[in-house]
């Protein structure tokens, strides 16, 4: 198993910046991928970005791609998730997660949540 710890989380203002961490811990030498998603109020959750976890290579969805990236510290077993320019939309729960090889993020974590207001 796999835990998984996010933080950063906050109240800020349109504009502002906003770094997330989640600290993974357990069976961190089977990590692929690392993911970041998020859930607005009354919305499905929807991916927002991931890291593989051996080789670096990352994606981040198109409507927040030049706002927010992502990266990870392997020695801390800790990714990021830093966001910039935030916008009202941006709102939401935010979650990390982590796929072990079997194609789907199996372990996740309990969220943070992210505020902006105009």
């Known amino acids: 198993q796999v835990q998984l710890v996010e933080s950063g989380g906050g109240l800020v203002q349109a504009g502002d910046s906003l770094r997330l961490s989640c600290a993974a811990s357990?069976?961190?030498?089977?990590?692929?991928?690392m993911g970041w998603f998020r859930q607005a109020p009354g919305k499905e959750r929807e991916f927002v970005a991931h890291i593989s976890w051996s080789g670096g290579t990352t994606y981040v969805r198109d409507s927040v791609k030049g706002r927010f990236s992502i990266s990870g510290d392997n020695a801390k077993n800790t990714v990021y998730l830093q966001m910039n320019s935030l916008k009202p939309e941006d709102t939401a729960v935010y979650y990390c997660?982590?796929?072990?090889?079997?194609?789907?993020?199996?372990?996740w974590g309990q969220g943070t949540q992210v505020t902006v207001s105009s």
């Open positions: 997660a982590t796929d072990l090889g079997k194609g789907k993020y199996e372990y």
């Open positions: 357990g069976r961190t030498f089977s990590i692929v991928l």
